[in-house]
């Protein structure tokens, strides 16, 4: 779309909002940053963007006579589909979009894109590593860069300059960087199911659906709603494209069977995602059992199938990562870097190289015997869960949030003989400790901040025993985000008393 003259409104002035503005100035339109929220600063709002004083900032009421001459809407992801505001300039027929199309629209390259319940965040800041490795080495080797477009070409006579992207929910908002981006560039994007409520045109070359579980119902309100949101990252993918799929997931099997063709789509399915047969190349990984054609993991090893040949490609006790969940992160990422034609040698270098990101299951400090882990980016209770099972020792547990509209018992029942207390703060502590109480888990301890619950896990635990930041709820309402909430935790953690 050619944005030069257009009036466009952006909705919301968090982080995407600032960028889709600085965007959208960029290239030519008229943009107006608008909030609901009154109470904001508009000086500090105007300082965010790049016009700063002179950016057009409206907070509180949007004026009629704005609303009568917008050409565009972009919505920020924190913005429901179906606010007030935003079903009333969709029936006054205005084009609605969102922050991630925005930024597919202008930028160029090549695309790979993430979605699923809970991996999201490790898996595209690791595939995020292999590629930019990859690129880089062919600057050590030659002086030059590789190419996104040819990666996998080792023609030393081609000349080499792609950048690799790393975007989206994982931080760095991808309007932030599009215009930037040229032909030969890679963008890896982090795609959360809010973002692929406004996508039009969206499509990336290759595309992960890591897991659903339910999430996020707040918004979504029916699940069918929210797996509908994830199955759309391949609504514009095509024969060309790859889909790298949870065999182990019962709703993403039937829905690769769809897509790849190899299932009759039936003639009621009025999902646009799968209607009309083929779609893509569908490459699933399993933590189960072997597959087809993909990755699956056996007896500690990871092993890739391609086209009935089969290969053994890495020990798990390789990766610097815990857990089953990460082996299923690791398998789509190789997938997802092989569909791009990296070599697997190198693929398996980065792999190996690996660190977990911050606050997923991320080790802090060893205090007085205690090993102490961030996991505050386990905001459902599936991430949770997997946190849980990542543990090797007696476990002292903190949880409670913001209320997602989640339930709690299976995350519950996966605590077994490995969580000795559960610690609850938040919103949802009254909800989680009866689900707890009603499984027969009865060892509960409340308190009022996080300060109060780390000093309370600090009591609790013994010498040999671990401590664990995984609340299975979202960190609104106490703290702006789940960042703030795990790096406080870290905090507290490294200035507790190191000697008894």
Not at 291 to 312: F, L, M, P, S, T
Not at 395 to 410: F, H, N, P, R
Request: charge should be negative.
């Amino acid at each position: 779309m050619d944005y030069r003259g257009k009036n466009a409104l952006i909705i919301g002035a968090g982080i995407s909002g600032v960028a889709a503005y600085d965007l959208l100035l960029r290239a030519g339109a008229n943009p107006i940053l608008y909030d609901s929220n009154s109470t904001l600063n508009i000086t500090d709002v105007r300082n965010k963007t790049c016009e700063k004083e002179k950016a057009n900032v409206i907070l509180g009421d949007l004026p009629v006579a704005i609303k009568n001459s917008l050409d565009l809407v972009v919505l920020s992801p924190g913005v429901p589909t179906d606010t007030g505001l935003a079903l009333e300039l969709r029936a006054r027929g205005l084009y609605i979009t969102g922050e991630i199309e925005l930024a597919y629209s202008v930028a160029k390259g090549r695309l790979i894109a993430i979605t699923g319940t809970n991996g999201k965040t490790t898996t595209t800041a690791l595939v995020g590593k292999i590629v930019a490795d990859y690129l880089y080495s062919f600057k050590e080797n030659s002086g030059q860069h590789a190419d996104g477009k040819e990666i996998g070409d080792t023609n030393p006579n081609k000349k080499h300059h792609g950048t690799t992207y790393v975007v989206g929910n994982i931080g760095i908002p991808y309007t932030s960087v599009a215009l930037a981006t040229n032909e030969e560039d890679i963008t890896v994007a982090e795609i959360s199911s809010f973002q692929l409520e406004t996508i039009h045109d969206f499509h990336p070359n290759v595309s992960a659906i890591l897991n659903i579980t339910p999430d996020h119902l707040n918004r979504h309100h029916t699940m069918e709603n929210y797996i509908q949101a994830k199955e759309d990252i391949t609504l514009n993918q095509t024969a060309a494209d790859t889909c790298v799929l949870n065999y182990e997931d019962e709703v993403l099997r039937a829905f690769g069977l769809k897509i790849s063709g190899k299932k009759t789509v039936e003639e009621n399915d009025d999902n646009p995602a799968t209607a009309g047969g083929m779609k893509c190349r569908v490459r699933f990984f399993s933590s189960a059992q072997k597959v087809e054609n993909g990755c699956y993991y056996k007896d500690e090893y990871i092993y890739i199938v391609r086209d009935g040949a089969e290969e053994k490609l890495m020990n798990i006790h390789d990766m610097n990562l815990l857990g089953m969940h990460n082996v299923e992160n690791v398998m789509a990422a190789i997938l997802m870097a092989d569909a791009m034609h990296i070599p697997m040698e190198k693929i398996l270098e980065s792999v190996k190289g690996f660190k977990a990101v911050e606050h997923r299951i991320e080790f802090v400090e060893n205090v007085r015997g205690v090993d102490y882990y961030n996991d505050s980016k386990g905001t459902n209770p599936d991430a949770a869960i997997k946190a849980v099972l990542a543990m090797n020792r007696p476990t002292v547990l903190i949880g409670g949030g913001y209320d997602k509209e989640s339930t709690y018992d299976e995350w519950i029942e996966s605590f077994g003989t490995k969580v000795k207390a559960l610690v609850l703060l938040g919103q949802t502590a009254d909800k989680i400790e009866a689900c707890a109480r009603s499984h027969g888990f009865t060892n509960i301890y409340r308190v009022e901040s996080l300060e109060e619950a780390v000093e309370k896990c600090a009591s609790l635990a013994e010498d040999g025993d671990a401590v664990l930041l995984s609340p299975a709820c979202a960190s609104w309402g106490m703290f702006p985000n789940y960042e703030v909430r795990g790096t406080m935790f870290k905090e507290l953690v490294r200035n507790l008393p190191k000697i008894q």
